[in-house]
């Protein structure tokens, strides 16, 4: 998948629209739009959607290597204690990082990442779900009981003797996308989708 990978890394959006929602925020507001933010993998895909939308929100940086993300503060915001999440001007909040970019795609102008017809859409929240079972999360797991183990261990439910096992499936999923990918531009045919997004953040970790 290196062409694949090298492709979608080069993609960008050729003329973007800056769009601004809510006021600037400093610290966990009520009422505020902002973007809880931190620096790994998923966070980074809202990111660079917003990059390719020309979206700007305020950015509220969770540092998670410190456990801010564990701290009452944010719990209040994502009882999840996962980073990002998004906060409205009425004090609502949309976690789960496909729904943040979903919906700012809904409500902001410009071309959509996720498709402009029923059938587009379904074809990209497809190809979202199968890279999110087959690969992320066995991905993400494996990192957090090998190589992150002495960090996660305390903070989530961590697998270490499965590590091995986990990371084993998911070279199989990249296999079995490779053909997936025969003939194809991006991975919606030749409609950049936020999947290609996905995919590109998570190869780029893995």
């Given at each position: 998948?290196?062409?694949?990978?090298?492709?979608?890394?080069?993609?960008?959006?050729?003329?973007?629209t800056a769009?601004?929602?809510?006021?600037?925020?400093?610290?966990?507001?009520?009422?505020?739009?902002?973007?809880?933010?931190?620096?790994?993998?998923?966070?980074?895909?809202?990111?660079?959607?917003?990059?390719?939308r020309g979206?700007?929100?305020?950015?509220?940086?969770?540092?998670?290597?410190?456990?801010?993300?564990?701290?009452?503060?944010?719990?209040?915001?994502?009882?999840?204690?996962?980073?990002?999440?998004?906060?409205?001007?009425?004090?609502?909040?949309?976690?789960?990082?496909?729904?943040?970019?979903?919906?700012?795609?809904?409500?902001?102008?410009?071309?959509?990442?996720?498709?402009?017809?029923?059938?587009?859409?379904?074809?990209?929240?497809?190809?979202?779900?199968?890279?999110?079972?087959?690969?992320?999360?066995?991905?993400?797991?494996?990192?957090?009981?090998?190589?992150?183990?002495?960090?996660?261990?305390?903070?989530?439910?961590?697998?270490?003797?499965?590590?091995?096992?986990?990371?084993?499936?998911?070279?199989?999923?990249?296999?079995?996308?490779?053909?997936?990918?025969?003939?194809?531009?991006?991975?919606?045919?030749?409609?950049?989708?936020?999947?290609?997004?996905?995919?590109?953040?998570f190869a780029?970790?893995?």
């Amino acid at each position: 998948l290196s062409d694949t990978v090298v492709a979608l890394a080069g993609h960008t959006r050729s003329k973007p629209t800056a769009i601004r929602i809510g006021i600037a925020a400093y610290g966990f507001k009520e009422n505020t739009v902002q973007l809880c933010t931190s620096v790994d993998p998923n966070p980074r895909l809202v990111r660079m959607f917003m990059a390719e939308r020309g979206i700007d929100i305020p950015l509220q940086e969770v540092e998670i290597m410190a456990g801010g993300n564990l701290g009452e503060a944010f719990k209040k915001l994502n009882s999840s204690a996962l980073s990002p999440c998004l906060q409205l001007d009425d004090g609502s909040v949309v976690a789960e990082v496909t729904l943040i970019c979903s919906y700012l795609d809904e409500i902001t102008d410009g071309p959509s990442l996720i498709g402009a017809t029923p059938e587009e859409r379904a074809e990209t929240r497809m190809w979202l779900r199968r890279l999110d079972v087959r690969i992320l999360e066995p991905m993400s797991l494996a990192f957090r009981s090998a190589e992150a183990l002495e960090l996660f261990r305390s903070r989530c439910r961590v697998i270490p003797q499965a590590a091995d096992d986990l990371k084993a499936t998911v070279q199989e999923s990249w296999a079995w996308l490779e053909p997936q990918m025969a003939g194809k531009q991006y991975i919606c045919g030749k409609r950049f989708s936020l999947a290609d997004r996905q995919l590109f953040i998570f190869a780029d970790f893995g």
